[in-house]
């Protein structure tokens, strides 16, 4: 079993930043990636960006590509998102997920943070 507990969401003007967090505890593999998707109202989720658990490789969604970074710190057992640059269309609720295999998110999520990017 893994559980997931993402924090660090808010209200920001656009162009600002947030970082999110997730923490991780549980059968974490360092052979699979762990990520985060979102989910804005009224769309269907989608993939954000993810990471290797024992490091290295990333990938991300074309559109937060150069203004998201994904990050991990396997001492702590957590996975960070930092979001640049934001847009008001980056508003949704987050969500960490593992293990994430090419574009599709594994059995385990977190509740989820809201992001609203105000214009």
């Known amino acids: 079993q893994v559980q997931l507990v993402e924090s660090g969401g808010g209200l920001v003007q656009a162009g600002g930043s947030l970082r999110l967090s997730c923490a991780a505890s549980?059968?974490?593999?360092?052979?699979?990636?762990m990520g985060w998707f979102r989910q804005a109202p009224g769309k269907e989720r989608e993939f954000v960006a993810k990471v290797w658990w024992s490091g290295g490789n990333t990938y991300y969604a074309d559109s937060v590509k150069g203004r998201f970074t994904i990050s991990r710190d396997n001492a702590k057992n957590t996975l960070y998102l930092q979001m640049n640059s934001l847009k008001p269309e980056d508003t949704a609720v987050y969500y960490c997920?593992?293990?994430?295999?090419?574009?599709?998110?594994?059995?385990?999520w977190g509740q989820g943070t809201q992001v609203t990017v105000s214009s």
């Open positions: 997920n593992y293990p994430v295999r090419a574009w599709q998110a594994g059995d385990y």
């Open positions: 549980g059968r974490i593999s360092s052979f699979e990636y």
